[in-house]
């Protein structure tokens, strides 16, 4: 079994910095793409970033390119958002995800963190 912990969620005011930080137990971390998703209140969760278990691959959605940068660190058993020039419409529940595929699709998807919630005021 795999086991997510989000931390480093927040209020933010526009323009500001934020990094999130998963931590994984349970199998190796390393055999595992990390990704994070997002959910705002009444919409679907949408998919963020993704990185590949050796890092040298990764995903954005367009909506979070040039802001947004995904890290891992294996020896941590860490992956990291770092989320800059956050505006008001990133505001959501941010969810680490570990699956099989550097890929967008939520199903794929096995292992989900309980989320961690920015908010990011104008």
């Known amino acids: 079994q795999v086991q997510l912990e989000e931390s480093g969620g927040g209020l933010v005011q526009a323009g500001g910095s934020l990094r999130l930080s998963c931590v994984v137990s349970g199998r190796s971390f390393s055999n595992y793409a990390m990704a994070w998703f997002r959910q705002a209140p009444g919409k679907e969760r949408e998919f963020v970033t993704v990185?590949?278990?050796?890092?040298?691959?990764?995903l954005y959605a367009d909506s979070v390119k040039g802001r947004f940068t995904i890290s891992r660190d294996n020896a941590k058993n860490t992956v990291y958002l770092q989320m800059n020039n956050l505006a008001p419409e990133d505001t959501a529940v941010y969810y680490c995800?570990?699956?099989?595929?550097?890929?967008?699709?939520?199903?794929?998807?096995?292992?989900w963190g309980q989320g961690t919630q920015v908010t990011v005021s104008s």
């Open positions: 990185i590949s278990w050796s890092g040298d691959m990764t």
């Open positions: 995800a570990a699956g099989r595929l550097v890929i967008r699709t939520i199903a794929q998807y096995n292992y």
